[in-house]
């Protein structure tokens, strides 16, 4: 079939919005009609050439939510019909890590992925002929894409897919590091830096866990003022003082679990010193750039901190996405106040400007 989609021709340049084909799927695939798709920094981190392990051509986009219009061969956990939330991180609930509750690393399909095919080692997508690779396993930034069964999560028709989409990335990426890496326990003092979609999901989750005190930092009275309303019990804005400024909140102690979530590798040693003697966890969610490494005393490990870090939150999707898309229709999270700018397919690169300018938290493509 022939669809429209957002491709990376040259790193960068603006997208190109073409015409390409999608071939039907094979074995153990889906195609999916994209209702809406988030712009995550991911994609611009790519298409700017930053990261190394970059490709083009590719259609960028990870953060879709859409409808199943057709299933292949073998499928038999979702039915055209079914809404799905797309998962660059899969869950084939057979693998080692899948039977492991300590990781959502899936070993599955990592090295099709990351070369950008199938799990085959073939792509769908294509223009005159010439293969065109799919990124991260979504490319989402298309009016259909084709995807791995064990790469969708089925969630609650009831859902807007406008929304449900933020749960593919950031939004899960921020709660999963309260809930499953940190486990913050209920009755604790927390401390998250960055108040981007991570860092407020970050807040979210430790809300849901019960944390007594959250304390926020970022550089924005603004997104300080979003931190807020998702559950922030005190805000902070952010400077090389912030640790000293975290231990005068805390008797001294510091806080039982610190969140970073910028990439900037001077504020992941500002959540490791800010996080509590004999217990405090630091969660590290930022992506660093390349080369980049993280500075700490090992006087703050050796008195008992501890630091972790995960991807995707260490959110099994299939199973856990659904869930958090319940509580969002629960009216637990407040998923409406991070969409601030909805664009069409066509204004792609304008999602990138946005972002660039820190001009509100998600802008969300809207296919309909
Ligand atoms: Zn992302
Ligand atoms: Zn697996």
């Known amino acids: 079939m022939k669809i429209r989609a957002a491709v990376l021709e040259d790193f960068g340049a603006p997208l190109e919005v073409q015409e390409l084909d999608l071939a039907e799927p094979r074995a153990g695939e889906v195609l999916v009609r994209l209702v809406a798709c988030g712009v995550c920094h991911t994609d611009l981190y790519t298409a700017s050439g930053a990261d190394p392990s970059g490709y083009s051509p590719t259609v960028l986009g ?15 956990d979702v039915e055209p019909g079914d809404h799905v939330v797309t998962l660059f991180s899969p869950q084939c609930r057979e693998c080692e890590h899948c039977h492991d509750h300590r990781t959502n690393l899936c070993l599955a399909i990592r090295e099709q992925q990351n070369q950008g095919h199938l799990p085959d080692g073939t792509t769908r997508l294509s223009r005159d002929g010439e293969p065109i690779r ?10 259909y894409t084709v995807m ?32 499953n890496t940190a486990k913050v326990a209920p009755g604790s003092t927390c401390v998250v830096i960055g108040a981007g979609m991570v860092g407020l999901g970050a807040v979210v989750g430790c809300r849901l866990q ?23 019990t005190q805000e902070l804005l952010g400077g090389p003082d912030i640790v000293e400024q975290i231990l005068e909140l805390t008797g001294g102690m510091g806080a039982d679990y610190t969140f970073e979530a910028t990439g900037n590798v001077n504020v992941m040693r500002q959540a490791v010193e800010s996080a509590r003697m004999g217990w405090g966890v630091a969660t590290i969610c930022g992506v660093a750039g390349k080369g980049e490494t993280l500075d700490i005393v090992p006087r703050f490990l050796i008195t008992g901190r501890r630091v972790a870090g995960s991807s995707f939150g260490g959110v099994k999707g299939r199973d856990q996405v659904p869930q958090f898309v319940d509580r969002y229709l629960a009216g637990e999270i407040d998923v409406d106040s991070f969409v601030s700018h909805k664009l069409t397919l066509d204004d792609v690169n304008r999602g990138f400007d946005l972002m660039e ?12």
């Open 62 to 76: 990870h953060e879709g939510a859409g409808v199943v219009e057709a299933i292949g061969d073998g499928v038999s």
């Open 134 to 143: 799919h990124f991260m396993g979504t490319s989402t930034f298309a009016e």
């Open 148 to 179: 791995p069964e064990i790469a969708l999560a089925k969630i609650d028709p009831e859902a807007p897919l406008d929304r449900a989409c933020l749960f593919a990335c950031g939004l899960s990426t921020g709660i999963g590091a309260a809930m």
């Open 210 to 232: 019960g944390a007594e005190r959250i304390v926020c930092v970022d550089l924005s009275g603004e997104r300080l003022a979003l931190a807020r309303r998702h559950g922030a």
């Open 357 to 368: 300018a820190q001009d509100g938290i998600r802008s969300v493509i809207d296919f309909a």
